[in-house]
């Protein structure tokens, strides 16, 4: 089946550190995004890619960086520049603009230990 | 700019209930609406969908109609389920190019159904 793969599901990063959650999808969507979810509360763009090799930040892109080198897989680098980067991360995919709606992968779960 | 603003919750429901979500939104073009639901330690999944004005999105009992006058996608179901305790979520996708193509999230409604 189809769908959205994220990795690890649980990540515990040390102060200083630099951590990369893995997101690939099979569905051959062009666009993919990262948001992240903190407790009680909405999602928050933090990067989005429309098609290969290109990417845009969203509105809380501070301390993050990401790379699409392949449709398939769209990880995300969460520097030690990132402040509070305790939260739920969410990536989501769609096949390209319009009204097609997201599919998500299951999610990764950052603390700063 | 774009905005969606939904209920606050929790909405407390006993099983068999009549479930309203109330959505509202702001879009200067011609958005497409949605509804998410997110359970505990999940991603979220699309429950449903419409793309214009009076479009009516259904999926597993929810449903949810585009109101443009009122600007309005207030999600629905007739009979909740205890396994129908989730968060839910509103969201407006702009399809123009001055939108960015990207999806505004409501900030979420928690529902829970007691047996």
């Known amino acids: 089946d189809g769908g959205i793969t994220q990795s690890p599901k649980y990540l515990f990063r040390k102060e200083g550190q630099n951590v990369t959650l893995s997101c690939e999808q099979n569905?051959?969507?062009?666009?993919m995004y990262w948001y992240r979810q903190d407790p009680g509360q909405g999602l928050r763009l933090i990067y989005y890619s429309q098609i290969v090799n290109d990417f845009q930040k969203g509105d809380i892109a501070e301390g993050y960086s990401v790379s699409r080198e392949k449709k398939e897989s769209f990880p995300l680098t969460v520097t030690s520049a990132q402040k509070n980067p305790t939260a739920f991360y969410l990536c989501?995919?769609?096949?390209?603009?319009?009204?097609?709606?997201?599919?998500f992968g299951s999610g990764t779960r950052l603390t700063v230990v | 700019g774009n905005s969606v603003t939904q209920m606050e919750g929790p909405v407390t429901l006993s099983e068999e209930a009549f479930l309203t979500i109330n959505c509202t939104y702001t879009?200067?073009?011609?958005?497409?609406l949605f509804w998410y639901v997110q359970y505990p330690g999940e991603g979220l999944q699309l429950l449903l969908k419409a793309t214009k004005a009076d479009d009516k999105g259904s999926n597993k009992g929810f449903e949810a109609t585009y109101r443009k006058e009122t600007t309005s996608f207030h999600l629905e179901k007739g009979s909740v389920q205890v396994s129908d305790s989730a968060v839910y979520f509103c969201?407006?996708?702009?399809?123009?190019?001055?939108?960015?193509?990207?999806?505004?999230f409501g900030a979420g409604t928690r529902l829970f159904v007691k047996a």
């Open positions: 969201a407006l996708s702009d399809t123009t190019r001055g939108g960015g193509f990207k999806t505004i």
């Open positions: 879009a200067t073009g011609y958005p497409s």
């Open positions: 569905l051959n969507h062009d666009a």
């Open positions: 989501a995919s769609t096949p390209g603009t319009g009204g097609y709606g997201y599919t």
